[in-house]
C-alpha cells in the first residue's frame, strides 16, 4: 500500500458464494465455503435467466506506513450491502442498489465504496450481491486509487451524459409532437389523436424512467426507483403494441375499408392488453426476469405475422394514402429494434443480447422518433384529406342548395298562388258555415234563455206573492199604520223593479244578491207576522262588490224554502240561514238552509206536491246548465234532506257551487 496502483483487478484475489434461489444470513455465510469462481464476473451486461444471488470475500493488508484511501467498485447492481471486519467479525458499513435507494439523487458514490484498512493492518471485506432483474450490469472487482477512481469516475459520467443528452433530446421532441396531437385534437377531435397522445405519453414515461438507471440521477422519478421496473417491459407492449394497434385501427379506418384486417387488429390487441396483465402479475411476485422474455420471443416471433400484415397494407396504399405514413413508421420502428439487437449479439452473445430488447440502443432511439414523426406527419396529412374534404362539400352543398333554392323558389310560387286560391275558398266557406253556426246557435240560446227567463219572471213574480203582498199593504193602511203600510209598499216596489231588472242580466254583483234577498225575506218576515226568522251570512274574506253571480240563481230555492220551511208544525219559528264561503279553487259556495219538514217528510204526509223541487228551482237547474253551456263553467246544485242525511233536525238544505270566471 507505500504505492498502490491506480487501478487493480481484484478477480484473482477476490474468494465468492454464488447461492441462486437461497438466503443465509451473515452468521451462515461465515460458515460457508468461499472459492475462486472466474465465471461469476462479466466485463458486459449479462441476462440471467434468475435471480442471482452472491457473495464477494477479500482481505487486504496494508504493508505501507499510512491508512490506505482505496475505493473499491463492481458496477451498479440492484442490492449491494458492503460489510468489514476481522476473525469472522463483520459490520455492515453502508447498502444501497437500483431498487433500493430512495430519495437520494446524488448515488454516484454510494455505489463505489470505501476501502480503509489501517498502516500495519490486516482486514477482510464482505459484499452481498442481489440482482433481482432478468439484466445484470457488469460485474468486475475493480480496486482504485484517488486518482484512478476520479478518472474512471469522469470516463463514466462522460458516457452516461452522452447518451442522456440524447434521452432528452428525444423527450423533449415526444412532449412537442404530444402538444401538436392534442391541439390538434381540440381543433378536431378524432379517436386516432387520443391512442397517439397516450402512445406518446407511454414514451415520455418510458425513456424518462431510463435516466434513473444512471449514476447522477437526473429523472424525476428518483423517488420511486422500483417504477422503471415495473413500466420497463409493459411500456413496450403499451406503446408498439396495444396503441399501435389501437392507432392503427382509428387513423386507417379498418372498420370500413377492411373489416377482415380490423378485426385482426382488434383480437391483437386484447391479446396484447392480456399479455400487459400477466407481465405486471410477474413483477408483482417479483419474477423480473419473466416480462423480459415474453417480450424478446414475442418481438421475434410476430415479425413474420407483421411482414404479412405490412405487405397487405402496402398493396393497398395506392388507393389509401394513410396507409404509406403508417407502414413508414411501422417499418422504421421495426427494422431499428431489429438492427439494435443484431449489433449487441456480436458483443454479449445472442441470448444476453435477448436480454437486453428492452435497453434504449441509438437504433431503437431513432426508430421511435422516426416512427412517431411518420405517424404525426399522417396524422397532420389526414387533416388535411379532412379539410379538403370538407371544403369540397361544402362547395358541391353551396352549388346543391343554390339549385334547391332555385327550384324551391319556383315551387314556392306555384304553391303560394295554388295556397292563396284554395285558402281564400276554405276561408270562404269556413266564414259561411261559422256565420250559419254562430247564427244557429245565437237563436237557440236566445230561445232558451228567453224561455228561461220568461219562465223565472213568471214563477218568482208569482201571483200569490203579490196578492199577499198588497194584502199586508192594505191591512197595514185599514190599521192606520201608514208607516209600516208605507215601508212594506216601498220595498215591494223595489223588489219588483229590481226582478225586472235583474231578469235582463245574466250576471250581477254578489252585493246586489245579498240585497235583493234580504228585502224579499224582510217582505215575506212581515207576511208571516215574525214567525220567521233568516240569517245571510258571509265569509269576510269574500268580496262581495266584485265578485259576480247569475242573476236571479238562488231567489226560487230561498222562496221554496220559505213556502215549504215555515210550515212545520213542530217548529214554532221557522228559520232560513243563507251561507256564503269562499272555497278553495276560487269557487263560491253558497247554502240554503230551513228547518221545514224535509223532501221524504212532505212526501209521507202527502202536504207537498209529488216532487218537492218548486217549477222555479226546475228553471234555475236548467238555466245554470245553459250558463255552464254558454261560459264553459261548472255550477253545480245539490239539494239535501236533512232527515236523509240522520241530521239533529228535519228540513232541507240547498248547495249551490258557483266558479269564478
Not at 437500483?98 to 446524488?106: E, F, K, S, W, Y
Not at 462522460?158 to 421532441?173: D, K
Not at 394514402?321 to 452473445?349: E, T
Amino acid at each position: 500500500m507505500g504505492a498502490p496502483p491506480a487501478s487493480a483487478d481484484l478477480r484473482p484475489y477476490v474468494y465468492s458464494l454464488d447461492i441462486p434461489g437461497r438466503s443465509f444470513s451473515l452468521s451462515q455465510i461465515n460458515q460457508q465455503t468461499f472459492t475462486q469462481q472466474p465465471g461469476l464476473f462479466h466485463a458486459q451486461p449479462r441476462y440471467n435467466k434468475q435471480p442471482h444471488n452472491c457473495w464477494l470475500k477479500f482481505t487486504i493488508r496494508n504493508t505501507g506506513l499510512k491508512d490506505s484511501s482505496l475505493t473499491f467498485f463492481t458496477g451498479w447492481h440492484d442490492f449491494m450491502y458492503w460489510y468489514a471486519g476481522m476473525h469472522d467479525h463483520y459490520q455492515l458499513l453502508s447498502q444501497t442498489g437500483l431498487m433500493l435507494d430512495r430519495g437520494n439523487v446524488n448515488r454516484w458514490e454510494r455505489y463505489a465504496f470505501p476501502v480503509v484498512v489501517p498502516a500495519g493492518q490486516s482486514r477482510t471485506f464482505l459484499l452481498h450481491i442481489i440482482n433481482r432483474s432478468y439484466n445484470e450490469s457488469a460485474l468486475m472487482p475493480v480496486l482504485y486509487d484517488g486518482l484512478g477512481y476520479e478518472r474512471f469516475r469522469n470516463h463514466q459520467i462522460n458516457t452516461f451524459r452522452a447518451e442522456a443528452v440524447v434521452i432528452q433530446v428525444l423527450l423533449g421532441m415526444l412532449l412537442v409532437f404530444l402538444t401538436i396531437a392534442i391541439i390538434n385534437y381540440i381543433q378536431l377531435p378524432d379517436r386516432s389523436y387520443l391512442y397517439f397522445a397516450a402512445y406518446i405519453l407511454g414514451l415520455i414515461m418510458f425513456f424518462a424512467l431510463r435516466l434513473e438507471s444512471k449514476p447522477y440521477q437526473l429523472s424525476v422519478f428518483h423517488r420511486w426507483p422500483m417504477l422503471k421496473y415495473y413500466w420497463n417491459i409493459p411500456a413496450l407492449l403499451f406503446c408498439f403494441y396495444l396503441m399501435y394497434l389501437m392507432f392503427g385501427n382509428a387513423f386507417l379506418n379498418l372498420k370500413e375499408r377492411y373489416p377482415y384486417m380490423e378485426r385482426v387488429f382488434t383480437i391483437a390487441a386484447a391479446c396484447t392488453g392480456g399479455v400487459i396483465i400477466i407481465c405486471f402479475y410477474c413483477i408483482g411476485q417479483q419474477l423480473y426476469h419473466v416480462p423480459g422474455i415474453i417480450y424478446s420471443y414475442l418481438y421475434l416471433g410476430l415479425l413474420l405475422p407483421q411482414l404479412i400484415v405490412f405487405v397487405a397494407l402496402a398493396k393497398r396504399s395506392r388507393h389509401h394514402p394513410l396507409v404509406r405514413f403508417f407502414l413508414l413508421g411501422s417499418i422504421c420502428y421495426y427494422l431499428a429494434s431489429l438492427l439494435g439487437f443484431i449489433f449487441q449479439i456480436k458483443p454479449l452473445g445472442f441470448f444476453n443480447a435477448l436480454g437486453m430488447f428492452s435497453a434504449p440502443t441509438m437504433p431503437m432511439i431513432a426508430g421511435v422518433f422516426l416512427q412517431a414523426m411518420f405517424f404525426l406527419a399522417g396524422l397532420s396529412y389526414r387533416n388535411k384529406l379532412v379539410h379538403h374534404e370538407r371544403t369540397k362539400t361544402q362547395e358541391m352543398l353551396i352549388k346543391q342548395l343554390n339549385k334547391n333554392k332555385e327550384l324551391q323558389r319556383k315551387l314556392n310560387e306555384q304553391l303560394e298562388e295554388l295556397v292563396k286560391e284554395q285558402t281564400s275558398e276554405i276561408l270562404r266557406k269556413k266564414q259561411e258555415l261559422e256565420e250559419q253556426r254562430q247564427i244557429q246557435l245565437n237563436i237557440e240560446y236566445d230561445k232558451k234563455l228567453t224561455e228561461i227567463e220568461l219562465k223565472a219572471i213568471r214563477a218568482q213574480i208569482n201571483p200569490h206573492f203579490i196578492f199577499n203582498c198588497l194584502n199586508s199593504i192594505q191591512l197595514f193602511v185599514m190599521q192606520r199604520d201608514y208607516e209600516y203600510a208605507q215601508k212594506y209598499l216601498s220595498d215591494f216596489s223595489y223588489l219588483i223593479r229590481k226582478t225586472l231588472d235583474f231578469s235582463r242580466r245574466n250576471f250581477i254583483t254578489l252585493t246586489d244578491e245579498i240585497t235583493y234577498l234580504n228585502t224579499y225575506l224582510g217582505l215575506e218576515k212581515m207576511r208571516f207576522e215574525n214567525k220567521m226568522e233568516y240569517d245571510i251570512r258571509v265569509d269576510p274574506a269574500i268580496a262581495t262588490t266584485e265578485l259576480e253571480i247569475p242573476a236571479m240563481l238562488l231567489q226560487p230555492y230561498v222562496e221554496n224554502a220559505v213556502k215549504y220551511g215555515m210550515t212545520n208544525p213542530n217548529q214554532p219559528i221557522g228559520r232560513l240561514i243563507i251561507r256564503f264561503q269562499q272555497l278553495p279553487g276560487d269557487i263560491l259556495e253558497c247554502i240554503v238552509e230551513d228547518n221545514g219538514i224535509g223532501i221524504t217528510r212532505s212526501k209521507e204526509l202527502r202536504t207537498l206536491p209529488k216532487h218537492h223541487q218548486s217549477s222555479g228551482m226546475e228553471i234555475s237547474s236548467n238555466r245554470a246548465e245553459l250558463l255552464n253551456k254558454m261560459y264553459n263553467t261548472d255550477i253545480h246544485i245539490e239539494v239535501i234532506d236533512k232527515f236523509a242525511r240522520n241530521f239533529t233536525e228535519s228540513g232541507t238544505i240547498v248547495r249551490i257551487l258557483i266558479p269564478q270566471l
